[in-house]
């Protein structure tokens, strides 16, 4: 393999551009995004562009401070991470209770929960929206996290079976002649062994919380607005407010760009290793 290699070293040279290029394609317009939110206007427009804003964070504190922007984050903070929190327990009990326990119809109940997740959030706006006005959850974190729970709970649990089913059922026998009921045994065998799973699967269930729109935007007004709906904002009709606006979109996309760089193992065994096996 390696004495091919050496004989065809423009074919190496012509694959190692193309990757640079594409990684150029797809980093640019996140460098783009960040850089700008350092800029003022006038440096936002100026030809040729400013590569290297001078800017420093004081001009992104006053935006942030102007604009009100710390509610938009901690919305969408508190809503992703307390939906992700109970999707997971939700879920590991699920799943768990899905590839352990013999069913009559388990099987048929596991391909009804993933099918919910193929349902477009867009059909079901309308009776969210009339049900959430009536049960006052409408412009609410709660409402935002049920919300989330429900359509994020189908998923985490499909790929957590697929990790629970490659875990012999022999542990969870030889836990069960030691006394351990089914909670005692999830929790101190399976998801010890299954960690890296979870961890995809939450760092998965986060990501989707966390960059929604659909939701966010039509079951909420003003008291739990997020910040995807905060940073649209900025663009309306007649005004483009675009300091604002891509000060909020580096808020937004920094800390998943961070989930995705610490926890890029656990996202591809999450989203791969468990769909494969399920």
Request: aromatic share 14%; with cysteine; proline share 5%.
């Amino acid at each position: 393999m390696s004495h091919s290699r050496s004989k065809n070293p423009i074919g190496t040279i012509i694959a190692h551009v193309f990757l640079v290029c594409v990684c150029i394609i797809f980093i640019f317009p996140i460098y783009w995004l960040v850089t700008s939110a350092f800029k003022d206007s006038h440096s936002l427009w100026q030809l040729p562009p400013l590569w290297i804003p001078t800017s420093g964070l004081s001009q992104i504190w006053e935006i942030i401070t102007k604009n009100n922007l710390l509610p938009f984050f901690l919305h969408s903070f508190v809503a992703s991470v307390g939906s992700t929190a109970i999707v997971m327990v939700l879920a590991s009990m699920l799943a768990y209770s899905l590839t352990r326990h013999n069913w009559k119809h388990r099987r048929t109940i596991a391909s009804s929960v993933v099918s919910l997740k193929i349902m477009p959030p867009i059909s079901v706006i309308i009776p969210m929206y009339l049900l959430y006005s009536n049960l006052r959850l409408y412009d609410t974190i709660i409402g935002l996290v049920l919300v989330y729970i429900l359509f994020n709970l189908p998923l985490a649990t499909w790929l957590l079976i697929g990790f629970f089913n490659q875990i012999p059922k022999t542990l969870d026998e030889s836990a069960w002649i030691e006394g351990a009921g089914s909670v005692r045994t999830l929790w101190n065998i399976i998801l010890p062994i299954a960690r890296s799973g979870i961890i995809g699967v939450g760092a998965v269930s986060i990501m989707f919380a966390w960059n929604d729109y659909i939701f966010a935007v039509s079951l909420t007004s003003n008291r739990a607005v997020t910040l995807t709906v905060g940073a649209a904002g900025f663009l309306g009709d007649f005004i483009y407010q675009w300091s604002s606006f891509y000060t909020a979109g580096s808020m937004e996309i920094i800390p998943m760009l961070l989930i995705a760089v610490f926890l890029q193992r656990y996202l591809i065994r999450g989203l791969s290793y468990g769909v494969i096996k399920s």
